[in-house]
């Protein structure tokens, strides 16, 4: 499986940014996909997850309201929508993808990872 994301940039504090993860290869044995983030400094960090079924949807507490996960089944992409968007947020944004673990939050379980798109929330 391969994951591409896109879709960061530059925004200001309230605006909204909507990240893509295209996902490709063998998806049918996905059981769920994520988006982790990492601030400059820090370590990774969850920030939401949605099972490939669609059926349960998990988010960290300082996203939660503000961002939403979700896919389309007909181009296997996976969508961040994020709202509000404080300075906080700032960070490279990473999508992983599962097999086994539905909308964990938990990054070990997360076999299949892309490269990071790069959100700034600066005025």
């Known amino acids: 499986v391969q994951l591409q994301a896109s879709g960061g940039g530059l925004v200001q504090p309230g605006g909204s940014l909507k990240l893509s993860c295209t996902a490709s290869?063998?998806?049918?044995?996905?059981?769920?996909m994520a988006w982790f983030r990492q601030a400059p400094g820090k370590e990774r960090e969850f920030v939401a997850a949605?099972?490939?079924?669609?059926?349960?949807?998990y988010y960290t507490d300082s996203v939660r309201g503000r961002f939403v996960i979700s896919r389309d089944e007909a181009s296997n992409m996976v969508y961040l929508q994020m709202n509000s968007l404080k300075p906080d947020d700032t960070a490279t944004y990473y999508c992983?993808?599962?097999?086994?673990?539905?909308?964990?939050?938990?990054?070990?379980?997360?076999?299949?990872w892309g490269q990071g798109t790069l959100v700034t929330v600066s005025s």
């Open positions: 290869g063998r998806t049918t044995n996905l059981a769920g």
């Open positions: 992983a993808a599962n097999t086994g673990a539905g909308s964990s939050w938990y990054r070990p379980t997360y076999s299949y």
């Open positions: 949605r099972s490939w079924s669609g059926l349960s949807q």
